[in-house]
C-alpha cells in the first residue's frame, strides 16, 4: 500500500451524491476538493443516470484519484428506494472506479472512524469533519459524508501500514 | 422516428444479462445477436459491476445500436435484491446507452406484446421469441428475455410511426 494517494469518496444518493478528493501523503493529509452533485428529478431515470456518469468520469479525469471509496449500502426501508439507490450506487461505481481499486465502508463504520461512535447523528459527522480537516466552514451534508468516507478511508490504510510494519 | 434502426435489448440480472440485438427495415427484421452475459459471483460487486460495463460497452461498440431497451425494474420481493438488481440496472442503462436513447418497459408490457397475455410464463416466452424470429433452436431464457424486449420495441415503433402516417 503506498504512502502518498489521491482518494475519492462518493456518497451515493437518488437526488444528490456527495464527492470529496483528498491527498494523503503519510501523517499528513490536504483537501483537494468536495461538493455535491445534484441531478435533475425531472428527466428519466436512464438520462439521470447518464448525466451522474458523466459527472463522476468528468472529477475521475480532473481529480485522476488513486483510489476510490463508496459508502457501502444500507438496505433501505422498502424495495422501491433499493431499486433507485442501487441504480445510482452502481453507476458511481463503474464511472468513479473506472481505472482504480473501488473500497467499501459502511455508514456505521465510517461513523464510528470519524465521530467515534456508529450511531452519530449527521450534525455531529458535518462538525467532526470539519474539525479534523480543519475547513473554514461547514460542508454541506452530503459532501461531509464523502469527506468522512475518505477519512475513514485513510485510518484504515494507516492502521494497514502499521500492521504491515509491525510484522 | 426512423423506419430502419438497430436495437439493442437489455434484460439486467444479478446474475445473468441477457441481450439481444436486432435490425429493424420497415417489416422486415433481422436478428443479429442475442446471448447472456455472466457475472462472476465470487468476485467483489465493484469488480463485478465493473466487468459488466466493460462487456456491454463491447457489446455496445460492436454493434453500434441506433436504440437501447431495457427492462423496467420489477419491485423485487426484498429491499437487499432490489438493491443488488438496482446496481446492475444502473450500469446497463448508462453502458449500453452511452450514446443513444434508452427506451423502458415492464415485463408483463414485454409479455402482452410478445406472447399476447401479461401473465405468461417464462417457457411460453422463449417459445414464442422462437416463433416469431424464426430462430433454428430456443435461445436461453435470459437472451430470450432481451428478443422479447426488442420485439416489443419493435412493436411500440410500428403503432407509432402507424399513429403518425394516420395524422
Sequence with gaps: MPESVRILGIDPGSRFTG???IDVFGADVNVVAYGVLKLPQKKPVSERLKQL???LRQLGEEHCPGEVVVEEAFVAV?????????????????AAGASCPVFEYSARAVKKAVVGYGQAD???????????????????QDAAE??????????????????????
Tied chains: 1, 2.
Excluded at 428506494?81 to 445510482?88: D, E, K, T
Design 19 to 21: 464527492y470529496a478528493v
Design 53 to 55: 456518469d458523466m459527472l
Design 78 to 94: 422498502n424495495a422501491r428506494s433499493a431499486l433507485v439507490l442501487g441504480q445510482v450506487r452502481g453507476v458511481a461505481i463503474v
Design 122 to 140: 449527521k450534525g455531529q459527522v458535518v462538525q467532526m469533519v470539519k474539525t479534523l480537516l480543519h475547513l473554514p466552514e461547514a460542508p454541506p
Design 146 to 167: 464523502a469527506l468522512a468516507l475518505v477519512l475513514c478511508h485513510m485510518y484504515s490504510r494507516r492502521f494497514a501500514a502499521r500492521l504491515e510494519g509491525a510484522r
